[in-house]
């Protein structure tokens, strides 16, 4: 028989010891026990016992504070956040930045100069909890000016003329600094420069080439690049000097998912307005929103079936990583590894994916370089435990849209909810057979349009279409609306910005009217009978005619009948009144006396 005891307070603190890591150094005084008091600790005067304790000799660096209890008792009561802050405030008479810890060996609770902070449940390692005081926010507009000069230095420089070519370039380059900060450094030559990138590319995917063997594709891709040896040391040197400065920014706590690739394709697409592929690469703000309304989790395996750059991935990887309380948690190395799944038919832009996962510190992703239109594609989908579909597909019959849509959807599991960009009109003007087989097994839950100018210069309008895996429609209505504005703006030169800050009320109101079906501000919420339309339904404006209008009709028709040409005559019926005629005017009236028989112009 099974009894389950809780653990007491000392065992606890024993656990906890070792997870936070709390050893003494020659730079740092750290421990566990109940019986070393504050005056020990170097704090004159101070009886009070903390569980733990991390103090740096350097006063300016982070201290840690941990108070531990029994498994038993609940953390969050009033004492036992009285307790942690007491002791806390003592360290703080010290040390100016101080994290609190309050841990029963189930729940954690932390506190950054006794103010409240968001962590995991699960106790992680004092790196962590030090990083609350030195994570750095992200200056996403220095990202797009970096990328503008790497993209015009490479093409105008280096002569990368390919557009993939130069994002490709840029990403490994990218890699080799994320894993190795010595592989670019100012002064190399070219031959140096080009041969330390090709080298530390393939020791960062040694490891996970064991698990993929097609992550040698993007080595492959990187060599078969072409470009000028060039001998101008501060074109390299600036390239080196950008390239830095973005991985400094990738690397923060802070970075939330806004896709590197994505910024690259913001900045690229104004020379290219699409690929050859049929790819229409999604925007940022909508890879949050798909991953919202799914409701996903950082428990959820995610699958993008035509992944691209890797947009979807990278989202729901940051998404899963923030609810888990950060990158350097346990359960965010599980979630790099073992949650997310992609499938990239094109050969450079999979390479261009492999990188995107690489730059985010993630060799392991389960990515694919295959043809998601043929059965081992499908085997492939099967053999995982996919939970949620989030995918941009090509649009284009050619490439075979529809049957990717239903490839997926007869590859996951019973209840999977699958998000689904395509065309407003896609599922009425393909083979309605082919629409009839999905809705017989899968069921078409929710339409949402998307912004007209979602997809800047594609001329393409979309919706995101949502199915439920395994039930058919017979008949079910489907919910639909309209998310007419983004709150985006044109910015020349590098598409549409959300340069007012709009786009996160918008989000949280759309999401939450999605999971609610229903649209109480703007009123566009509708019910689509599936057997009328699969597509949501943009009301007519209403015909509406005034007085004015049918006098204008007509006087039209009159002057038709009797040869006076509308225009001429009303010109010079204009030219009679302003000029020719007596006005007089009050506050309220204009009054225009046109001039008798021989006084003026004949007007008609």
């Known amino acids: 028989m099974n009894v389950n005891v809780n ?13 936070l890591g709390f050893e003494s150094t020659k730079t740092v005084n750290s421990g566990c026990g109940q019986i070393t008091t504050f005056n020990q600790l170097g704090f004159p005067g101070v009886a009070d016992k903390p569980d733990g304790w991390y103090l740096p000799k350097d006063k300016n660096e982070v201290a840690i504070i941990l108070e531990t209890k029994a498994e038993n008792i609940d953390i969050d009561t009033k004492k036992c956040v009285e307790e942690i802050r007491k002791n806390c405030t003592i360290a703080m008479t010290q040390y100016g930045r101080v994290v609190g810890i309050l841990y029963n060996g189930i729940e954690t609770r932390a506190f950054k100069n006794n103010s409240p902070i968001d962590v995991p449940n699960e106790l992680q390692g004092k790196a962590f909890y030090i990083k609350k005081f030195t994570e750095e926010s992200i200056d996403k507009e220095l990202i797009f000016r970096l990328t503008a000069r790497i993209n015009n230095c490479l093409h105008s420089e280096f002569g990368i003329k390919n557009l993939y070519h130069r994002m ?45 063997q097609k992550l040698d594709t993007l080595l492959e891709v990187y060599a078969e690049i072409r470009m000028n040896s060039t001998e101008n040391q501060v074109a390299i040197d600036n390239f080196i000097g950008w390239v830095k400065d973005i991985s400094a920014s990738i690397n923060s706590n802070h970075w939330r998912g806004e896709d590197v690739m994505g910024i690259f394709f913001n900045e690229f697409n104004r020379y290219k307005k699409k690929s050859e592929s049929g790819q229409v690469f999604t925007p940022d703000h909508i890879t949050s929103f798909m991953y919202r309304i799914l409701g996903c989790t950082m428990d959820d395996y995610i699958l993008d079936a035509t992944c691209g750059s890797g947009a979807f991935l990278v989202k729901a990887m940051s998404n899963m990583m923030v609810e888990a309380g950060g990158v350097d948690t346990n359960k965010a190395k599980s979630i790099k590894s073992n949650h997310l799944f992609g499938i990239e038919f094109d050969r450079e832009i999979f ?11 993630d060799g392991k992703t389960n990515l694919e370089q295959m043809d998601t239109r043929t059965d081992k594609a499908c085997e492939w989908m099967q053999s995982k435990p996919i939970t949620k579909v989030m995918m941009n597909p090509p649009y284009e ?23 689904f960009i395509l065309p407003d009109k896609k599922l009425e003007k393909v083979s309605q057979k082919a629409v009839k087989r999905i809705l017989n097994n899968h069921r078409l839950i929710k339409i949402i349009k998307m912004p ?34 983004d709150g985006l703006e044109t910015v020349k030169n590098q598409g549409r910005h959300d340069i007012k800050g709009k786009w996160a009320d918008i989000e949280d109101y759309w999401a939450d009217s999605v999971y609610k079906q229903a649209d109480a501000e703007f009123n566009t919420g509708q019910w689509i009978n599936p057997k009328e339309h699969l597509s949501y339904q943009t009301p007519e404006k209403p015909f509406e005619i005034f007085e004015e209008d049918f006098r204008r009709t007509a006087m039209n028709y009159l002057m038709f009948q009797d040869g006076i040409n509308t225009k001429e005559f009303g010109d010079k019926l204009l030219n009679a009144a302003l000029y020719s005629g007596d006005i007089t005017a009050t506050k309220t009236v204009v009054t225009i006396k046109l001039a008798k028989d021989g006084e003026a112009d004949d007007a008609d």
Do not use: W
């Open 351 to 361: 390479a261009l994916a492999c990188a995107n996962m690489l730059i985010h510190k």
């Open 168 to 212: 490709i370039f840029t990403a490994c380059a990218l890699v080799a600094e994320r894993y190795n900060k010595n592989a670019l450094m100012m002064g190399m030559d070219y031959a140096t420069f080009h041969q330390s990138i090709l080298s530390t590319l393939s020791k960062s995917l040694a490891d996970s080439r064991k698990q993929n």
């Open 452 to 485: 007209e100018a979602l997809f800047f210069g594609q001329g393409v309008t979309t919706s995101i279409f949502v199915f439920e895996v395994g039930t058919p429609q017979k008949g079910k209505e489907i919910f639909g609306c309209y998310l007419e504005d």
């Open 7 to 19: 653990r007491t307070e000392d065992e606890v603190r024993d656990s906890a010891k070792l997870i």
């Open 397 to 419: 019959n050619k490439y075979g849209c529809i049957k990717i849509v239903e490839n997926v959807l007869n590859s996951v599991s019973k209840g999977t909810l699958c998000a």
